[in-house]
């Protein structure tokens, strides 16, 4: 996912705070972040939605960092699930459809 993202994105690898690319086909557009820690979120929106930078950057400090990484059940390098992190996918999806690009739609996370 990285190294395609990197080829398809008009950014530079690493561009941005945590490594944030973008690209679009004509049926949707994917949002690709790694963080300097190497773990990797994905987003895919409808290809006329805009920079979600700043939705990546919330989805990791916010949610990731607070909710996973901080949480003494939650085993690092483990998935995370809903008996480690039991808020992390309610908190997150009422974040994600807080936003216009995602208030219609139903969210699945793997």
Known sequence: MKSFGQAMSP????AGPEGFNTFST????????????????????????D?????????YSDFFVE????NPMHDP???????SCPNFAPRL????????QYSSLPLAFS
Do not use: N, W
């Open 77 to 83: 390098g483990a998935p995370i699930d809903s008996k």
């Open 67 to 70: 909710l996973a990484v901080k």
């Open 93 to 100: 999806r009422q974040f994600l459809q807080s936003k216009h």
């Open 51 to 59: 920079d979600m930078q700043d939705v990546m950057a919330a989805i």
């Open 26 to 49: 004509p049926e949707y557009k994917v949002h690709h972040c790694e963080s300097r820690t190497g773990y990797m979120f994905v987003l895919t929106t409808d290809p006329t939605v």
């Open 11 to 14: 950014l530079k690898a690493g």
